[in-house]
């Protein structure tokens, strides 16, 4: 197979040694439900000689995915419940999502938005759609930021950003463009000059979200093309998802952490992992959640303190999770304090 594209299906895993031959019908089973692409730079890191390596457990499908359990949820933060138009996530006052695309370049097996992503998934906006987007943007004078996410937004093509970033241009309320992506770490190569061009064609000020759950991301490779959104004048933070057997240790969250900073990404924020479909494995406790999250204080600098937080599955936001905001009430289920001062069932009542 050609090691210069994607790895896509069961057999092109089991080719790349990522997958047992005997494991092809399962995997079939989820690539037909998930989509799964594996890039040539994150093929390149996985160790084939470790059964627990946190990257193929990133990205390498696995048969506990077909697994569901009553909490989980195909829309396990409410976007559906905030989207006054296709392509707009509109919860917090101030901001709002902007998914011009819902195509990644990876698909992480504990995505959040798997039910949406993907060939099979909601796909592109449409020029229509693009349009009614923008100008509900530009309707609404509270909304001070623009986030593009997705699906990855950075695999638009320079031209098709740098369309998007001149229409945001003309918005003078819009003051922040952010975007929230995977690239500088799974195609590295695509963060060239006509790229971070785009990025900043709005005018505004403009801040990449880097995310990456494990230190062994942060290659060489990565960090020149981190490096090169930075030295243009782009501010980037970090945000991650806390995940069992994939950075679950002290030790490997405060590298992950101190990676970021060495690379000059300030670390923003540790998601406790959403109730997404076939995606029990991968979650922790709150309790230790909270007790990996406590580790760092003593063990890493101020600069390298993320803040650990939960989006309450229906839409209501992001809390953090702390005594203010999280209450146990027993038998694992929590109450947890939105924005508002709201109380909120965790899990919800299946």
Known sequence: MNEQRPIRTARELIDAGLVAPGDEAAISRVASRYAVAISPAIASLIDRKDANDPIARQFVPNAAELTLT?????????????????????????????????????????????????????????????DAAIAYIAEHSEIWEVILTGGDPLVLSPRRLGEIMARLHEIDHVKIVRFHTRVPVVEPERIDADLIAALKASGKATYVALHANHPRELTPEARTATARLIDAGVVMVSQSVLLKGVNDDPAVLADLMRAFVETRIKPYYLHHPDLAPGTSHFRLSIEEGQALVASLRGRVSGLCQPTYILDIPGGHGKAVISASTIAAEGGGCYTVTDFRGQGHAYPPKA
Request: charged fraction near 25%; charge should be negative; aromatic fraction near 6%.
């Open 70 to 130: 009553p909490e989980e949820r195909a829309d396990p933060i409410g976007d559906g419940a905030h989207s006054p138009v296709p392509g707009i996530v509109h919860r917090y006052p101030d901001r709002v999502l902007l998914k011009a695309v819902h195509v990644c370049p990876v698909y992480c097996r504990f995505c959040f938005r798997r039910e949406m992503v993907g060939p099979q998934g909601l796909g592109m906006l449409t020029a229509e759609e693009l």
